[in-house]
């Protein structure tokens, strides 16, 4: 993305980051699979938010566990 939109959007940082993953290890500390739900439902809204193209970016564990897996049939 280049122009003004890019300009628009705060820059990630590092610090950022780190906050997000000590924010995600106090929740494990709680309850692991809480984090695993958070994590999944966060996954599936940016993946709605990009049209279905995060999907493409994750491995298949990931797909899997989010509920992202496009391959995995679906049963009636």
Do not use: S
Request: glycine content about 6%; aromatic content about 0%; overall charge negative.
């Amino acid at each position: 993305m280049t122009g003004p939109e890019q300009a628009a959007a705060p820059a990630a940082t590092d610090d950022d980051a780190a906050e997000l993953i000590a924010q995600l290890k106090e929740l494990a500390g709680a309850d692991p699979a809480d984090v695993r739900q958070v994590v999944a439902e966060v996954l599936a809204a940016l993946d709605r938010a990009a049209g279905g193209a995060l999907r493409d970016h994750l491995p298949e564990t990931i797909r899997v566990d989010a509920g992202l897996d496009a391959a995995a049939p679906t049963r009636p």
